[in-house]
């Protein structure tokens, strides 16, 4: 019997498993993630998914030029198709620093060529770090992704990005159904919960990604000193080695700690977690069910660090 449930994924209709593959690795980012992953070993890995607990995987156009996408597809293809049950998600993504609607589309083709599957979700990727005058044009990119829902090119279509600023225009403009939000709802950093909470009023499904911050979360030897992609300050480290320390005292660690305290929030349709090995299905399975005593949420909580260390603080 799987110990990992389904929840609504906001007002679209559809339920996602409660903890999500995250295909970023899958495409081989060593830059990102300090590691090499072979073609065969990520079709591998993702034909060991599909028969798993975990019934959804969530990946992007850019990931590794695309390479994330194909080896699903490639995986998808020896499998037979995706199954019924499962859910696959993608975004659209920038060529260099083309974000145009005509980019969009071209995004979209490139998608469904790799998967060879129907774009169910696709999410519109890091605006972030484009003018907002520009992507919300006439016909620029938010107004592609929207006409492809309507045209039933995709049925559904999300918002995924980092800085909470930003992503809040985005989230005003009402088009979008689902928000995925990454390093910003974690144990050491809630920058999103505004947002989150902008989301939720307004029916759209929220999506927690890179809840171990890059991994240093993930990290028993506390020799990382890099969070969400950039210098953690001091603060920031402290606490993380602090709450290490308490887990410790728990008997768990704080990988752990980090996914159970995602998936445990209900207010969350489903938490990403990167897989790049096949051992790690199980692990991530048994830590996202975890059964963690509520002391131990105290203690981590009174360990929170001030909100000037998290990653989109803005001094009033």
Same mark, same amino acid.
């Given at each position: 019997?799987?110990?990992l449930?389904s929840?609504?994924?906001?007002?679209?209709g559809?339920?996602?498993?409660?903890?999500?593959?995250?295909?970023?690795?899958l495409?081989?980012?060593?830059?990102?993630?300090?590691?090499e992953?072979a073609?065969? /070993?990520?079709?591998e890995?993702?034909?060991?998914?599909?028969?798993?607990?975990?019934?959804?995987?969530?990946?992007?156009?850019?990931?590794?030029n695309?390479?994330?996408?194909?080896?699903?597809?490639?995986?998808l293809?020896e499998?037979?198709?995706?199954?019924?049950?499962?859910?696959?998600?993608?975004?659209?993504d920038?060529?260099?620093?083309?974000?145009?609607?005509?980019?969009?589309?071209?995004s979209?083709?490139?998608?469904?060529e790799?998967?060879?599957?129907?774009?169910?979700?696709?999410?519109?990727h890091?605006?972030?770090?484009?003018?907002?005058?520009?992507l919300t044009?006439?016909?620029?990119a938010?107004?592609?992704?929207? /006409?492809?829902?309507?045209?039933?090119?995709?049925?559904?279509?999300?918002?995924?990005?980092?800085?909470?600023?930003?992503?809040?225009r985005?989230?005003?403009?009402g088009?979008?159904?689902v928000?995925?939000?990454?390093?910003?709802?974690t144990?050491?950093?809630?920058s999103?919960g505004?947002?989150?909470?902008?989301?939720?009023?307004?029916?759209?499904g929220?999506?927690n990604?890179?809840?171990?911050?890059?991994?240093i979360?993930?990290?028993?030897?506390?020799?990382?000193?890099?969070?969400?992609?950039r210098?953690?300050p001091?603060e920031?480290?402290?606490?993380?080695?602090?709450?290490?320390?308490?887990?410790?005292?728990?008997g768990?660690?704080?990988?752990?700690?980090?996914?159970?305290?995602?998936?445990?929030?209900?207010?969350?349709?489903?938490?990403?977690?990167?897989?790049?090995?096949p051992?790690?299905?199980?692990?991530?399975?048994?830590?996202?069910?975890?059964?963690?005593?509520? /002391?131990?949420w105290?203690?981590?909580?009174?360990?929170?660090p001030?909100?000037?260390?998290?990653?989109d603080f803005?001094?009033?």
């Amino acid at each position: 019997m799987s110990r990992l449930s389904s929840r609504p994924l906001g007002m679209t209709g559809l339920e996602v498993c409660e903890v999500t593959v995250g295909g970023a690795p899958l495409g081989s980012m060593p830059d990102n993630f300090g590691y090499e992953v072979a073609e065969r /070993d990520a079709v591998e890995l993702v034909r060991s998914v599909l028969t798993s607990e975990l019934r959804s995987i969530d990946t992007a156009n850019g990931y590794s030029n695309g390479r994330s996408e194909l080896r699903i597809g490639r995986a998808l293809a020896e499998n037979g198709g995706l199954p019924d049950d499962f859910l696959l998600t993608t975004k659209v993504d920038a060529a260099g620093r083309d974000y145009s609607g005509d980019r969009v589309r071209a995004s979209l083709r490139e998608s469904r060529e790799r998967l060879g599957v129907p774009l169910r979700v696709v999410h519109l990727h890091d605006p972030e770090f484009f003018h907002f005058s520009e992507l919300t044009a006439r016909d620029g990119a938010v107004a592609a992704l929207v /006409d492809a829902r309507d045209r039933g090119e995709v049925e559904h279509i999300g918002l995924a990005g980092g800085d909470v600023h930003e992503m809040r225009r985005y989230l005003d403009l009402g088009v979008f159904e689902v928000l995925l939000v990454h390093n910003r709802w974690t144990l050491v950093d809630r920058s999103a919960g505004e947002l989150i909470e902008a989301a939720l009023e307004r029916g759209i499904g929220v999506v927690n990604a890179a809840v171990l911050g890059g991994g240093i979360l993930a990290d028993p030897s506390g020799r990382s000193t890099r969070y969400g992609y950039r210098d953690a300050p001091e603060e920031l480290l402290r606490a993380i080695s602090g709450m290490r320390r308490v887990c410790e005292l728990y008997g768990t660690d704080l990988a752990t700690a980090a996914i159970r305290f995602s998936v445990r929030d209900p207010r969350l349709a489903t938490t990403i977690v990167g897989i790049s090995r096949p051992e790690r299905i199980d692990a991530t399975v048994t830590a996202a069910t975890a059964d963690l005593p509520e /002391d131990l949420w105290a203690e981590l909580e009174a360990l929170l660090p001030d909100r000037t260390s998290w990653l989109d603080f803005r001094a009033a």
